[in-house]
């Protein structure tokens, strides 16, 4: 799995004009599920994003980590993550998982995370989006499983 990760003081995601997900500070998560992936990178995924320390402490270092914040995840599907740009001009999605696997991986995902006890707003698979976002610091990461 991949996963781009961004900080944010706001974000929401909307379908068709409307918003179908919106969290304040937080996670964005644009999440993409590969072929080859299953249920240990889900797990995998679920523990490490959680956990990262990106939000500053008292001395405003980046110490602290989601739960120690309070702050909420926007997970929203993004298969593009696994587009390979590396041979001519349109990119390849070979490497990205089926739509019917992504949608399982997806959702096992927020699953997952919601039965952490953290509050978990998200997009909907499949569906055209538009997501808006205040990234603060700006702090982005990509994350891949193993």
């Known amino acids: ?3 781009v ?4 003081s706001r ?4 379908v068709g004009g409307q918003i179908v997900g919106e969290i304040g500070s937080g996670m964005l998560v644009l999440l993409a599920a590969a072929r080859t992936d299953g249920p240990e990178q889900v797990a995998w995924m ?12 008292s001395d405003d270092k980046l110490n602290l980590s989601l739960g120690q914040v309070g702050g909420s995840i926007l997970v929203v599907s993004q298969f593009t ?18 739509p019917d696997e992504a949608s399982v991986l997806y959702e096992s995902f927020v699953s997952r995370l919601r039965s952490m006890g953290l509050h978990v707003e998200q997009g909907v698979f499949g569906e055209m989006m538009q997501v808006e976002l205040v990234n603060d610091g700006p702090v982005t990461l990509i994350v891949d499983s193993p």
């Open 1 to 3: 799995m991949r996963a």
């Open 5 to 8: 990760i961004q900080r944010v």
């Open 11 to 14: 974000a929401s995601v909307s």
């Open 46 to 57: 679920a523990e490490k994003i959680p956990g990262l320390r990106i939000f500053p402490d």
């Open 81 to 98: 993550l696994y587009g390979d740009c590396r041979k001519g001009k349109r990119p390849s999605y070979a490497a990205s998982a089926s």
